[in-house]
């Protein structure tokens, strides 16, 4: 009905998080600029990005990263293993979240 409207699509709940936001807000950038640009939208696509913190202990994080087809996308897969719990994003997290884990 609209050819140029923009939107972030609503459609499943992976893409509502803050995580798949930031995967999305380069996309629209692009093919927004591209479109006031060119006058065509441009080809950047939205891959499905997301991220899922999963507080395993005190003091303890693990940070599942991953896009369409639950094929893994890590951020810190250069510096760590992402797949086994680590205090590295605890902190940050932990703040970010405010959480107070009541572990036995």
Known sequence: MFPQQFRKSNSRANEQTAAAITGQAPVLTHNLVSHMSTG????????????????IDRGSLLLAEFKYGLERKETFGTLFDQSKPNKYVFFPSSVFYDSHLSVP
Do not use: I, N, Q
């Not at 065509?40 to 507080?55: E, I, M, N, Q």
């Open 40 to 55: 065509k939208v441009g080809d950047a696509r939205y891959d499905g990005y997301t991220s899922c913190p999963l507080f």
